[in-house]
């Protein structure tokens, strides 16, 4: 069992290779998404905080 | 034609009276040029290998160096403004800026490169070449340099901006600029680079003006 | 067109689609990760190196989609001075430009394995590169005037000189003897890549495109809420004035 997940994981001697790719991808498809959407919800604060004081 | 060449003239006795911008971009050119045998070691043979290398990039960063001032002063005294209102077109008013930029820069540029090729003991078969390549190529440099001039007018730290700008676009030029040279050093034929270079100038001739003359356009809204 | 351009229905159409589009590029990149690592085949060549494709190839060719896309809307904001066309152009740059990274690093990883060395200057990885400073260039051109208006027409005229990148990434494989291998999907006659690889491609493809048009429409609703937060600023400030001022208002 734990053979057979260590020869995956080896990905057939390319694991060096293969692992950082999948890394890499997953850390900039979710830093982009991270950046995004928390700009998105600092404007929002932003603008609340902006809109109860203009109502005051 | 004759409003063209009164342009042409009128940015050429600027450049002149202005002390000599032709005279600052060879300075630039062969200084750093002198730079490498310090930089790379004196080796005959190292520097052979890499002078069309070292010739090419040195002559499209000094092309870099005046471009900023391309509109610049026109720009700030206003006097682009009047020069929008013409009846030349403003296409055609910023290929004569280029083309005195060109006769100021580039032209100076391909007279002293084989000079400074002597200092970097480039094959003998390899000085045609360079001339010609670097003739076909600089006009270019200072036309895709034209749009890069005219969209950073007016931007903050303008000159970093615009060598960010052009220098990417700088790459094609650079590539077939030295492979034409390195061909003809190693026996081959040089003529497809130089078609490609030309090629490249043919293309850039009348895109470059069309998409400078916008910029300036955008700037002065 | 116009129906498009009107703020408020951008914001509430956007509020109705986004957790659509976001829900689905999680769910297709997920199925496509499992896809591409545990039941595509490896290739008979490149072994399991192979799995490098299903997360470089799709990232290569958003990199060229949205620099088209960047290039379209701003030829939409210099023709018809759609506001939201700006907007849309500025939004998506950095998320192309993230695409490009993620392109480079994958492929040099794959090409370390497969040509033993991380970078060659041939003609695809050259334009690529090209393709990711000239993203860099109108990110910097966009911000670098003090009036807003200024740098977005400028960075619109730029993206529109670097399209002729866009062709000699597509056809520099063809043109040139470079390394990199020809298109395999995207040809004449069919794709050449084997119906087991192509359906993991297909799909993360699919889940990269939609992440990028939710992502996309997560900033551009970011911008139209500053834009509405300068604007509230600024009447405040105007009000401000106004009453620091009564006698010359009145007198006026």
């Known amino acids: 069992m734990t053979s057979a997940v260590m020869t995956y994981l080896a990905m057939g001697g390319y694991a060096a290779y293969v692992w950082p790719a999948y890394g890499v991808t997953l850390l900039v498809l979710g830093g982009l998404t991270l950046w995004c959407v928390g700009a998105y919800r600092r404007r929002q604060r932003e603008l609340e905080r902006q809109q109860r004081e203009s109502g005051r | 034609m004759s409003a063209f060449r009164r342009l042409v003239l009128r940015d050429l006795r600027l450049a002149f009276r202005q002390g000599g911008d032709a005279a600052m971009v060879v300075g630039f050119f062969v200084l750093t040029i002198v730079l490498f045998p310090f930089g790379v070691g004196p080796e005959p043979a190292l520097l052979a290998r890499i002078a069309a290398g070292i010739l090419w990039v040195t002559a499209l960063l000094a092309a870099l160096l005046s471009l900023e001032r391309l509109f610049q002063a026109d720009w700030e005294d206003g006097s682009l403004e009047a020069l929008a209102l013409m009846p030349l077109p403003l296409e055609a008013q910023v290929l004569a800026k280029c083309l005195a930029h060109w006769l100021v820069t580039g032209l100076p540029l391909t007279v002293v490169a084989p000079l400074l090729g002597l200092l970097l003991h480039l094959d003998a078969a390899g000085y045609p070449v360079l001339v010609l390549s670097l003739l076909l190529g600089t006009p270019s440099l200072s036309l895709i340099g034209a749009i890069g001039a005219g969209l950073s007018l007016g931007a903050r730290r303008g000159g970093v901006l615009l060598s960010l700008l052009v220098l990417p676009l700088y790459i094609p030029i650079l590539i077939f600029g030295v492979a034409a040279v390195e061909a003809s050093i190693g026996g081959f034929a040089a003529r497809p680079h130089l078609l490609l270079l030309g090629a490249f100038l043919a293309g850039a001739l009348p895109l470059a003006p069309l998409a400078a003359a916008a910029a300036l356009r955008q700037a002065l809204e | ?252």
């Open chain 3, 1 to 252: 067109m116009h129906r498009f351009a009107n703020p408020a229905r951008f914001m509430r159409l956007s509020a109705a689609i986004l957790p659509w589009t976001a829900a689905l590029s999680v769910v297709l990149l997920g199925l496509g990760i499992y896809l591409a690592l545990f039941v595509a085949p490896p290739d008979y060549q490149q072994g399991e190196a192979v799995r490098i494709m299903y997360v470089h190839v799709p990232a290569a060719w958003l990199a060229s989609f949205v620099y088209a896309l960047v290039a379209l809307t701003s030829a939409i904001a210099l023709i018809w001075r759609h506001p939201l066309a700006d907007i849309a152009a500025q939004s998506a740059a950095p998320l192309g430009a993230g695409f490009t990274l993620l392109c480079l690093v994958t492929g040099s990883l794959w090409g370390a394995r497969m040509w033993g060395t991380w970078w060659v200057w041939d003609a695809r990885l050259t334009s690529v590169l090209v393709l990711f400073f000239l993203y860099l260039g109108y990110i910097a051109l966009v911000n670098a005037f003090d009036e807003p208006g200024r740098g977005a027409r400028a960075g619109a005229i730029l993206a529109l000189v670097g399209v002729v990148n866009l062709p000699i990434i597509k056809f520099s494989v063809d043109w040139w003897n470079t390394l990199h291998q020809p298109a395999s999907v995207f040809r004449l006659g069919g794709p050449t890549i084997a119906a087991a690889m192509l359906w993991p491609l297909l799909i993360m493809a699919l889940g990269y495109t939609l992440l990028f048009a939710t992502l996309l429409m997560v900033r551009m609703r970011t911008a139209l809420l500053a834009a509405k937060l300068r604007a509230l600023r600024l009447a405040e400030v105007e009000r401000e004035a106004a009453s620091l001022m009564p006698q010359q208002t009145a007198l006026s």
